[in-house]
Each structure stands twice: as C-alpha cells, then as structure tokens.
C-alpha cells in the first residue's frame, strides 16, 4: 500500500465557527440528557467533551464554546479540563486511534518492535495522523491487557498477541475500510467519533458482545478455586476466604463493614479535607440517621 506522508498535525477543519442552528439544537438536547444525569451541571463537562469529539473528531473550539455556554463555565475552565486528559484531542483525530503499548511488559514482548514498524509503516509517529485522515498513531501506556502482551488498542478495542506484521495488516486493512475485528471484545472496530458518543454516555447496544476476560486473565481464579487456595483472614477474624468467594456461596463471609476497620467509609477526619465543616456535618447527619 502506498503511504502519504503526514502533512502536519491538524488535518481537516478546525472548527473555529460556530454550530449551525440545527446541530447546536441538536447537540443542546444531547447536552442536557448528559447532565440531567448529575446533581451539579459542571460534573456534566466530562461527557460532553466526549460528545463534542463525537460530533468533530476533536474537541474543536467551537464545542469547547458550546460545553462553556451550556454549563455556565469559562472557555478557559473548559480548556483546562480539556488538556488534562489524553483521551481528549486539541486537533482533528484519525477515524482509528491505534495505540500502541510500549509500557514495560509489552515492550519486552514486542511492543517496541511493533512501534517501530508500525511508525515506518505509516510514515507518522506519535499523535500524528496519516493524510487520508484514517489513522492516528499513539504510544499509550499499559491497557491493564499485559497478560495479553504485546498489545495494540483500535479506538480502544483490544488486539492481542500482535507482531510487527499484524499490526501493519490492521492499519492496511483500516485504511482499505475492510471490516476489522479486534481479537477479544465488540464483534467489530467503531469509528472514533461513534466510540466518543458512547463515551458521552449513549449506549450503541454493544456492550456484551464478545469476550471480556479471556483464558490468560482468569487463570489466576481457575488455579485458585482448583486448589482451595484462599484469601488470608482479615486481622482479627478468624479463617480465610476472599469476600468474592464467600459472595459466590463458598468460603468466608467475612466482609469490610461500612464504616469498620477495613473501611474508608466514616473513618475520622485525618485532612484538612476531612475537618472542612461540610465534611464534618455530612458525618453528623450520617451519625444521626443511625441513632434515629
Ligand atoms: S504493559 Fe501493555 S497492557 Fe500492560
């Protein structure tokens, strides 16, 4: 496949103007079923980013205009936010983000390799984005999948066990617009702007397809349950027995109470924090409640 090289990191519009009336009335009703799900507007913010990416492929300035307008915050606060959180991109994102884990263990077993080729192969490195808009290539850190290792993320789909090659066949096929399975999980690879809508909190109906945690992951339990081999007794509680297996009808029913020694739950104010007179009136009407 021939390669165009990355002209620069902001392929496509920026987005400087402003919503058209109709998709502003349209992303207004999205905004608010966003925060009707939360007792402050602000804690809205998150999603909505996520939303905005879902409408530009990027939080553009324009979306980061409308989040400020419709929770009542500064550009400014909502530009804070925004650069915080690598999930969020400043400048237009590739159809497939394709991450790369180059965290310790899959570098060992072939991320790095798998980088370099992969970044050869497409003529772009980190957070650049090929000129057909398709790919936008990441190092990211570890995916929690080392037992998988090495590991690519496509829009956050897990490929498991890859190579150098099937990497490079991934992205080929990506950009071919061949359908792409990811090796565990969805049946297929979303687009990055249906998987941000997701992310703002609108279910596309895919979430049980497929396997979550494979052979490798659950092996550790499957040796476990095998063997009898138990959790160590919380201090002062005779017998062992982890709360997950007690809850499964064998072994130990010894839980973490709320507000026991295991629990962080109504513990004494130890920060300043904790001491504020909010904090400290939340703990007095929760005291009270119990006594009532
Ligand atoms: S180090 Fe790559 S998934 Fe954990």
Redesign the pocket.
Known sequence: MTVEPVVGRTNGQTHRTAYDEATRARLAADADAIVARYPQERSALLPMLHLVQAEDGYVSPRGIAFCADHLGLTTAEVSAVATFYTQYKRHPNGEYTVGV?T?????VMG?DAIWEHVCDHLGIGHDETTQDGKITLERVE?????D????VMVNWEFFDNQTPESVADVVDRLRSGEPVAPTRGADSVATFREVSRVLAGFDDGRADEGVGAGEPTIRGTVLARENDWRAPAFPGEEGGGSSRTAARGGGSTHEPKTGGEQSSAERPATTAGDASSAAQEKQQASRDAKEQ
């Open positions: 884990c965290n310790t263990l899959c570098a991320g570890c995916n929690a999948a080392c998988y290792a090495p590991v």
